[in-house]
Each structure stands twice: as structure tokens, then as C-alpha cells.
């Protein structure tokens, strides 16, 4: 069902981009990983564990930036009040 700003059609657009990135990223690592050597070393370890966290958080962040309200002198009048 899709509201009056066409949310639900963005959303299940970003989740079936999710899904097919997902699949591809599954694939190339049941396939292709075993034919790559990466040696056993600690900087290889923290690069693959730590990596996909961020980029994660680069992802949220840039996501972030760009939906911010910017501040008007309308927002700022309307604003609530912090006691």
C-alpha cells in the first residue's frame, strides 16, 4: 500500500536493491573468495571485520546529512522550547 508521498514504492525499491546487492555480494564470496590468497595476518583481520561497519556508518551518515531539515526562521519560531 503506498501513502500520498509514494513512500512504500521507495521503500521497496531501496529493499529490493538491499536484496539484489545482497545475492551479488553472497555470490562473490562463495565463488570467487576461495581463488583469492589474503594471508593471516592481524591488519587483514581488522580490515575485514571492522570494514563493513564502516561503510555502514558512512552510509547512515551521508544519509543523514542530506535529510536534515535546514533551519528556517520559520523552524526556529515554531520549535518547541527545552526548559
Do not use: D, R, W
Not at 509514494?6 to 562463495?30: C, P, Y
Request: proline share 4%; aromatic share 6%.
Amino acid at each position: 500500500m503506498e501513502n500520498q508521498h509514494g513512500h512504500a514504492t521507495q521503500s521497496s525499491a531501496f529493499l529490493l536493491k538491499l536484496l539484489l546487492f545482497s545475492i551479488l555480494l553472497s555470490l562473490l564470496i562463495k565463488y570467487a573468495a576461495p581463488f583469492l590468497s589474503i594471508s593471516a595476518t592481524i591488519a587483514n583481520v581488522l580490515i575485514m571485520v571492522l570494514s563493513p561497519t564502516m561503510i555502514m556508518a558512512t552510509c547512515f551518515n551521508m544519509e543523514n546529512t542530506n535529510t536534515k531539515t535546514k533551519l528556517t526562521a520559520k523552524n526556529i519560531v515554531s520549535a518547541p522550547k527545552i526548559s
